[in-house]
């Protein structure tokens, strides 16, 4: 699959499947989009919705279909205003 450069950076991003994590208390294995330049990634998979436990060929191909959508460029140019407390 192609996966489309960090939105943040350019960078090239990379797939982490099965890295260690904790979700609602317990200890699971995720996959995940990571920058290799700036660190940006992607949301986290939760392998066990695959009905695995360490590596899915399909929650792999979910995840970078994740990260490689994009705003559409009219959303994208939006400002908006934050203050500082």
């Known amino acids: ?3 489309k450069a960090c939105p943040f950076c350019g960078g090239s991003p ?3 499947l099965g890295s ?3 979700i609602n208390n317990e200890s699971t ?3 995940f989009v990571r920058c290799s330049f700036c660190n940006a990634r992607s949301g986290r998979v ?3 919705d695959y009905g ?4 899915s060929k399909q929650a792999f191909e979910d995840v970078i279909k994740r ?3 994009r705003a ?4 994208s140019e939006r400002e908006y205003n934050i203050e500082y407390k």
């Open 67 to 69: 990260w490689n959508k």
């Open 52 to 55: 695995v436990t360490s590596q």
């Open 72 to 75: 559409e460029s009219e959303r």
């Open 29 to 31: 294995k995720v996959c």
């Open 46 to 48: 939760d392998l066990r």
């Open 14 to 16: 990379r797939v982490e």
């Open 1 to 3: 699959m192609k996966v």
């Open 20 to 22: 260690r994590a904790i």
